[in-house]
């Protein structure tokens, strides 16, 4: 776990495949953005700003990521087994100078670590613990 509020954390999980990947979750279930309640809507937000204000202090540098929000699928169904859910994918591998922007099946089909989850996660959790 790398930062947490009363609604949402954000961690990097074990099976992160980019440097400084970060998921970000409800600690309530939750399927859907229009779910949310009128605790977790300003709770997201203070997450969002302090992982993106996070990723910043890791390089002292603007830190470029790609980020997207996985709701419940839209075809009308309740979808109970669902959880929102949040990746954030930066491409900042291991300075603020080296750079690897990929998309497609690049982008999560080819493992891009050379550093490992735990050792990431520190990083951030000192990174983001700094500005609390």
Request: overall charge negative.
């Amino acid at each position: 776990m790398v930062a947490e509020n009363g609604s949402w954390v954000a961690v990097v999980p074990f099976w992160a495949v980019w440097p400084y990947e970060i998921l970000l979750l409800p600690r309530e279930h939750v399927t859907h953005m229009a779910a949310l309640s009128d605790a977790q809507r300003p709770d997201l937000a203070d997450m969002l700003h302090r992982v993106t204000a996070g990723y910043n202090r890791v390089f002292n540098t603007p830190f470029p990521y790609s980020m997207g929000f996985h709701p419940a699928p839209a075809d009308g169904g309740e979808h109970p087994e669902w959880q929102l859910h949040a990746h954030f994918y930066p491409p900042l591998l291991r300075s603020a100078t080296v750079r690897k922007f990929m998309v497609g099946f690049e982008m999560l089909g080819s493992p891009q670590r050379d550093i490992t989850p735990e050792s990431a996660a520190a990083t951030l959790r000192g990174v983001m613990q700094s500005s609390s």
